[in-house]
């Protein structure tokens, strides 16, 4: 199982998450005039950084954005450092 099959959407606590045993990795956001979705804060235990989950909750919030004609603000400096290096996210993002 990939890591993007295991982000979950939480909508009752504004973030996109992925539970590994105790662990949890998230990516909180928060939804601005029903056309924007301002992703603010990433947080993966040290423990698990360098596993690529990060970019799935990244990569997952952003499709959600898509699927839902949301336009994704990357005020997170780690959402924003993803966007930068997959220029096929730039139609789904606009400047903080």
Same mark, same amino acid.
């Given at each position: 199982m990939s890591n993007s099959e295991s982000v /979950?959407?939480?909508?009752?606590?504004? +973030?996109?998450e992925i539970s590994q045993g105790s662990q949890l990795s998230k990516l909180e956001? +928060?939804?601005k005039d029903d056309e924007f979705i301002d992703l603010v804060h990433t947080e993966v $235990?040290?423990?698990l950084s360098g596993q690529g989950i990060g970019g799935s909750l990244v990569s997952?919030?952003?499709q959600y954005a898509r699927?839902?004609?949301?336009?994704?603000? $990357?005020s997170c400096?780690? /959402?924003a450092s993803y966007v930068s290096r997959h220029p096929e996210w730039e139609d789904v993002t606009v400047a903080p």
């Open positions: /979950v959407n939480n909508p009752d606590k504004n +973030r996109f956001y +928060r939804m $235990p040290d423990e997952t919030a952003l699927d839902n004609n949301l336009k994704a603000i $990357p400096p780690f /959402v």
